[in-house]
């Protein structure tokens, strides 16, 4: 069976990448090309941003009941509604005489191939699929230096042992969304309801990093230097760690009390945020954490521990 990732909330809108194959004949992909997970995650509807995890050969059966090995709480669904196999590349999904059908990139069949990026409605609920770290992350070869340095982050961050978290923007790159969608590890977009979605390419997303991922490693190479977001380790229940960081997403202006979007987990906000704050500030931004940390002006890792600012 998948690994399931349960996320936190409403869903993030990506634009789809999509190519339609009606026959297994038609894999196009290269032999060469090596096989990879595929991610079916939920966009829309009951469980968004839910993540289904399928290993290269790999079939499930997802509907409303626990007949199906992936069961979804959506009326609309039937008890198993269709299957999906991954053959490393690319899913075949197909309709097991469901009472509303299956939609295809759009297109009501009962069985159609799908790429990266490919949506599949059945009941109310809608999916998509992805290649696990289909994206480029930089458009420069990686260096042997800046792998170097890399894996000294990735030292002072620590473990990833469901305590690492992260808070990245996607208004700084639009690979940011596709890259935590192309990870099964759990992220969320931090704003809520249909105000949301309207700020989705724009929105802050909450991660958490899992073991036996690669993303943080993606996420540092393309993101470290270029402000994509900030880290912190936090022991707390997932629930409490989304709701502490949605306390700091608005501030008050002081002289008019207006109230305004406050960017915390751009670095560069957020290093001269830590400058500037109260004792008061400092320790209502450390509940609930063991610590931030972030890119410092020199690109070094700068920190905020509970002892106080470093870096």
Same mark, same amino acid.
């Given at each position: 069976?998948?690994?399931?990732?349960?996320? $936190?909330?409403?869903?993030?809108?990506?634009?789809?990448?999509?190519? *339609?194959?009606?026959?297994?004949?038609?894999?196009?992909?290269?032999?060469?090309?090596?096989?990879?997970?595929? *991610?079916? +995650?939920?966009?829309?509807?009951?469980?968004?941003?839910?993540? !289904?995890?399928?290993?290269?050969?790999?079939?499930?059966?997802?509907?409303?009941?626990?007949?199906?090995?992936?069961? =979804?709480?959506?009326?609309?669904?039937?008890?198993?509604?269709?299957?999906? $196999? $991954?053959?490393? /590349?690319?899913?075949?999904?197909?309709?097991?005489?469901?009472?509303?059908?299956?939609?295809?990139?759009?297109?009501?069949?009962?069985?159609?191939?799908?790429?990266?990026?490919?949506?599949?409605?059945?009941?109310?609920?809608?999916?998509?699929?992805?290649?696990?770290?289909?994206?480029? =992350?930089?458009?420069?070869?990686?260096?042997?230096? /800046?792998?170097?340095? *890399?894996?000294? !982050?990735?030292?002072?961050?620590?473990?990833?042992?469901?305590?690492?978290?992260? !808070?990245?923007?996607?208004?700084?790159?639009?690979? =940011?969304?596709? =890259?935590?969608?192309?990870?099964?590890?759990?992220?969320?977009?931090?704003?809520?309801?249909?105000?949301?979605?309207?700020?989705?390419?724009?929105?802050?997303?909450?991660?958490?990093?899992?073991?036996?991922?690669?993303?943080?490693?993606?996420?540092?190479?393309?993101?470290?230097?270029?402000?994509?977001?900030?880290?912190?380790?936090?022991?707390?229940?997932?629930?409490?760690? /989304?709701?502490?960081?949605?306390?700091?997403? +608005?501030?008050?202006?002081?002289?008019?009390?207006?109230?305004?979007?406050?960017?915390?987990?751009?670095?560069?906000?957020?290093?001269?945020?830590?400058?500037?704050?109260?004792?008061?500030? /400092?320790?209502?931004?450390?509940?609930?954490?063991?610590?931030?940390?972030?890119e410092a002006e020199d690109n070094s890792v700068a920190s905020l521990l509970p002892a106080g600012p470093t870096g």
């Amino acid at each position: 069976m998948g690994v399931l990732t349960s996320n $936190w909330g409403a869903a993030a809108d990506v634009a789809p990448r999509a190519a *339609i194959m009606t026959d297994a004949s038609n894999d196009l992909s290269p032999p060469s090309q090596p096989l990879r997970r595929g *991610i079916l +995650m939920i966009l829309w509807g009951p469980h968004a941003f839910r993540k !289904i995890v399928l290993e290269p050969g790999q079939t499930l059966t997802i509907g409303r009941t626990d007949r199906a090995n992936i069961s =979804v709480n959506d009326p609309q669904l039937s008890g198993v509604h269709f299957s999906i $196999w $991954w053959s490393g /590349r690319q899913a075949l999904v197909r309709d097991l005489g469901s009472a509303t059908g299956l939609q295809v990139n759009g297109d009501l069949r009962p069985r159609g191939f799908i790429e990266h990026g490919g949506f599949v409605i059945a009941g109310a609920t809608t999916f998509q699929i992805f290649v696990e770290g289909f994206t480029a =992350v930089s458009d420069e070869p990686l260096a042997a230096s /800046r792998a170097a340095r *890399i894996e000294a !982050i990735k030292a002072e961050l620590g473990p990833r042992d469901g305590q690492l978290y992260a !808070i990245f923007d996607a208004a700084r790159d639009e690979r =940011v969304r596709w =890259v935590l969608c192309e990870s099964i590890d759990a992220h969320q977009n931090l704003y809520e309801g249909f105000e949301g979605r309207i700020l989705d390419d724009k929105a802050p997303y909450l991660v958490r990093f899992e073991a036996d991922s690669d993303l943080l490693d993606r996420l540092l190479i393309g993101g470290w230097g270029n402000a994509w977001g900030i880290y912190f380790r936090s022991d707390a229940h997932q629930k409490e760690v /989304r709701r502490h960081a949605r306390r700091f997403l +608005m501030a008050e202006e002081e002289e008019t009390t207006e109230k305004l979007y406050f960017r915390f987990y751009d670095p560069r906000v957020f290093r001269d945020f830590v400058k500037v704050a109260t004792p008061r500030q /400092r320790e209502e931004l450390l509940a609930s954490t063991q610590g931030y940390f972030f890119e410092a002006e020199d690109n070094s890792v700068a920190s905020l521990l509970p002892a106080g600012p470093t870096g």
